[in-house]
């Protein structure tokens, strides 16, 4: 499976943005996929997941701001973010492959594939 994000860029606290990823080839890779976000000094952390049935999981530091949806017929995902902060600021990595949403947002599975990522700063 390919993915390409789209959508990163600077914003204030309190701005919103949404991040897209087109994906190309496997689409059994979508059953379930999501985002992750890698900060400098940070561990990766994987903020969101959704399944094919439509099932969707936020790590906490998210919940209530982030809405993370997909559009099968054109292959795509999406991650609306609001009420951004600046410890949001990362490269945002659109991800697929995943065992479940549940586990891959807990961080114990992983996902199989993974694009370029997309920069989001958040300025204060």
């Known amino acids: 499976v390919q993915l390409v994000e789209s959508g990163g860029g600077s914003v204030q606290s309190g701005g919103s943005l949404t991040l897209s990823c087109a994906a190309s080839?496997?689409?059994?890779?979508?059953?379930?996929w999501g985002w992750f976000r890698r900060a400098p000094g940070k561990a990766r952390e994987t903020v969101a997941a959704i399944e094919s049935d439509g099932n969707t999981i936020y790590t906490d530091s998210v919940k209530g701001r982030f809405t993370i949806s997909q559009d099968n017929a054109k292959n795509s995902l999406y991650l609306q973010m609001a009420s951004l902060k600046p410890e949001d600021t990362a490269m945002y990595y659109c991800?697929?492959?995943?065992?479940?949403?549940?586990?891959?947002?807990?961080?114990?599975?992983?996902?199989?594939?993974w694009g370029q990522g997309t920069q989001v700063t958040v300025s204060s």
């Open positions: 080839g496997d689409t059994y890779s979508h059953h379930c």
């Open positions: 991800a697929a492959d995943c065992w479940d949403a549940v586990t891959v947002v807990g961080g114990t599975t992983q996902f199989g594939a």
